[in-house]
């Protein structure tokens, strides 16, 4: 089985303050991701990377950043914290060429 | 409308009875995944489908990206199926990014 680590596995934040969450993989895979989750709904994809030092805007990239310094790290940082990032964030990888994606266990986000 | 539609949002089972999910689909799918959420928040990949049909155990699922449809079937439903499930389908503009659907809430009791 695939593994991806997260980390803080949650976090409370104040509004206006800089936050940040770190992925790890330890599966050589090629593409990491960015996903938010609210309370009943599903995942929607925030920032995604298919290479080291390049990153790319998913559906909802507004007020995030995301930086890929190498294969096997990826994190997203909110440069400005707001109420409405409150969620829980997760962090999924896979390979080119074997396109199931592999989750973490999520990062629990509380901004106040 | 939404690229993937759920359905049911909810629904409720005793133990040892079967059911169905069902996801459609806006557009042409290139795969799908199923996903099930426990009650820790943790996903459990279910199924990955690019067309055909896979079983494993009590659950089946089919994905027909023509008629643009994904379905899940659990058989025998048992307590530890309880839980949300979630389809996300991968749409064939490359780097596999996912869409999901809303969820569907399983519970099952004795």
């Known amino acids: 089985e695939a593994a991806v680590t997260q980390s803080p596995r949650s976090k409370v934040a104040v509004t206006g303050g800089k936050v940040t969450l770190s992925c790890h993989q330890t599966n050589n895979h090629d593409y990491m991701y960015w996903y938010r989750q609210d309370t009943g709904h599903g995942l929607r994809l925030i920032h995604y990377?298919?290479?080291?030092?390049?990153?790319e805007k998913g559906d909802i990239p507004d007020g995030y950043k995301a930086s890929r310094p190498s294969q096997e790290n990826f994190s997203l940082i909110l440069e400005l914290a707001s109420l409405s990032q409150t969620a829980v964030y997760f962090c999924?990888?896979?390979?080119?060429?074997?396109?199931?994606?592999?989750f973490g266990p999520g990062t629990r986000l509380l901004v106040l | 409308g939404m690229p993937v539609e759920q359905n049911p949002p909810a629904l409720s089972l005793y133990e040892g009875a079967d059911s169905g999910l069902r996801c459609n689909f806006s557009t042409t799918m290139k795969s799908v995944q199923w996903f099930q959420q426990n009650h820790r928040g943790r996903l459990i990949t279910l199924f990955y489908?690019?067309?055909g049909t896979k079983e494993n155990g009590r659950l089946k699922s089919t994905f027909n990206s023509k008629e643009r449809y994904s379905t899940l079937h659990i058989k025998d439903a048992q307590l530890e199926d309880s839980g949300t499930y979630f389809c996300?389908?991968?749409?064939?503009?490359?780097?596999?990014?996912?869409?999901f659907g809303k969820g569907t809430v399983l519970l099952v009791s004795p």
């Open positions: 996300a389908a991968e749409a064939d503009s490359g780097y596999n990014k996912l869409t």
């Open positions: 489908l690019a067309q």
């Open positions: 990377s298919y290479v080291a030092d390049s990153t």
């Open positions: 999924a990888s896979s390979g080119l060429g074997q396109d199931t994606q592999y």
